[in-house]
């Protein structure tokens, strides 16, 4: 008895084993984006528009009262605008970081003398922890007198300065505690981005730069007119990163003033709502929401408006 078998044994089909294969490595991710951003995300606008009822013991919905009740409270307590006010201090910040990571990056990309060894020194802040810098910092600019001197402080104190160390409830030294702040946030961050804009001008051709050489163009002419608009892509993604980091901007201040100081001088909405997050047993989760979308929403113009301008400022270039 002959079996005819003209059946052919199908194989997988490799385009079903292809799709299989990237989905598995795209459905963990997109599970993430859905329930960790999507998700997460859309709850905390929907509380903006909630209350929670202490006799209830459950959120009920308000509408814009609290965006009403907040926009009033701006209005009439100081402290509130402070706090504001001191978190788009993130924004001159990241501005002198990003006009000595150009002009550093410059040097760095002309060669001077020396250039290894400060690319190490600028990049050693970078290299140690955050935490670590800022109480190696706060201890030298201290001045508790009889107590505690810093060496920076005891240099201020020396040269005849009215120097009054970390005196966060004294508002005579609301300015002088933010300048130091300043000073540690450039510093602590200066390798990272002067790193940043000079390889940015390294991917510059060198052919423009030599042709601008033999049309006579000195030192800063190539800087103001052949480097910098050439490495305005990476510029602009460096201010937009800046508008944004006025809602991250907390933990230097935190770190650095130990205190909120009088009617918030160093408070920002960023240590608010870190602040009130981590209280378990918080039942302002309504409040934080309400602060966070109002945010959002202004960077969220002035990042567009940035996005805009730099876009004008920026040459079409391709090398």
């Known amino acids: 008895m ?88 993130a924004i001159p910040i990241n501005l002198g970081c990003l006009v000595m990571a150009i002009l550093v990056g410059y040097a760095f990309n002309k060669h001077i003398p020396g250039e290894r060894v400060f690319r190490v020194i600028y990049y050693l802040p970078s290299m140690i922890s955050v935490i670590i810098l800022m109480l190696c910092y706060r201890y030298m600019f201290t001045l508790d007198q009889g107590q505690l001197i810093g060496p920076a402080a005891a240099v201020l104190r020396g040269i005849g300065l009215n120097y009054k160390g970390w005196a966060v409830n004294d508002p005579e030294a609301t300015r002088t505690v933010w300048a130091l702040i300043y000073i540690f946030c450039i510093w602590a961050s200066a390798g990272v981005n002067i790193i940043l804009m000079a390889s940015a001008m390294a991917r510059v051709p060198e052919e423009v730069v030599e042709s601008a050489k033999l049309d006579g163009v ?80 202004i960077l969220t113009v002035m990042v567009l408006i940035v996005k805009k301008i730099t876009d004008k400022l920026t040459p079409e270039v391709d090398f």
Request: no cysteine; charged share 15%; proline share 3%.
């Open 2 to 89: 002959v079996i005819a078998a003209n059946n052919k044994i199908k194989k997988p089909n490799k385009y079903l084993r292809r799709n299989l294969f990237l989905f598995s490595l795209l459905v963990v991710p997109i599970l993430h984006f859905l329930v960790f951003w999507v998700y997460i995300n859309a709850q905390s606008i929907s509380l903006a528009f909630f209350r929670f009822d202490l006799v209830k013991q459950a959120y009920e919905f308000v509408g814009l009262e609290n965006f009403k009740e907040h926009f009033r409270d701006l209005k009439l307590v100081a402290a509130n605008r402070n706090m504001y006010y001191n978190s788009f201090r």
């Open 218 to 297: 000195g030192f800063w002419r190539e800087l103001f007119q052949i480097q910098l608009p050439l490495i305005m892509p990476t510029v602009s993604i460096f201010l937009i990163n800046s508008v944004m980091a006025v809602a991250g901007f907390w933990l230097h201040p935190m770190m650095l003033a130990g205190s909120i100081g009088v009617d918030n001088s160093y408070y920002t909405v960023g240590w608010f709502m870190f602040e009130r997050a981590q209280d378990a047993q918080s039942t302002d989760y309504a409040g934080i929401s309400t602060i966070g979308l109002v945010l959002t929403v």
